[in-house]
């Protein structure tokens, strides 16, 4: 069964880069078919897809975040990394991974605040 962690730290100041990591553990972050993303859930509202990185490495993007957003992936450390740049208080979510494709399952969240 695969598994997912979110790790990074809970307190980002604005203006810098919220950094967040998912660690998989019972699989492989290159099998065919599936799908590494990062969503997010904002106090009091929806949830948001923010992008993912795809079983070859490629990448997609929310359009609303593209221009902050970078996903990454190492694949010795079956790890792949969030990165969202200029933060700011609106940033504050609890922020999840997930992978999707014929099976799927999500991280348990991590929550992240921006704030001075």
């Known amino acids: 069964q695969v598994q997912l962690q979110e790790s990074g730290p809970g307190l980002v100041k604005p203006s810098q880069t919220l950094s967040l990591s998912c660690t998989v553990s019972g699989g492989s972050i290159t099998t065919n078919d599936y799908y590494w993303s990062w969503i997010r859930q904002p106090p009091g509202k929806g949830l948001e897809w923010i992008g993912y990185i795809g079983y070859t490495g490629n990448r997609y993007y929310s359009p609303s975040l593209k221009s902050r957003t970078a996903i990454s992936r190492d694949t010795s450390k079956k790890q792949f990394t969030l990165n969202l740049s200029s933060v700011t208080p609106e940033d504050t979510a609890v922020y999840y991974c997930?992978?999707?494709?014929?099976?799927?399952?999500w991280g348990q969240g991590t929550q992240v605040t921006v704030s001075s």
């Open positions: 997930a992978f999707g494709g014929p099976t799927g399952s």
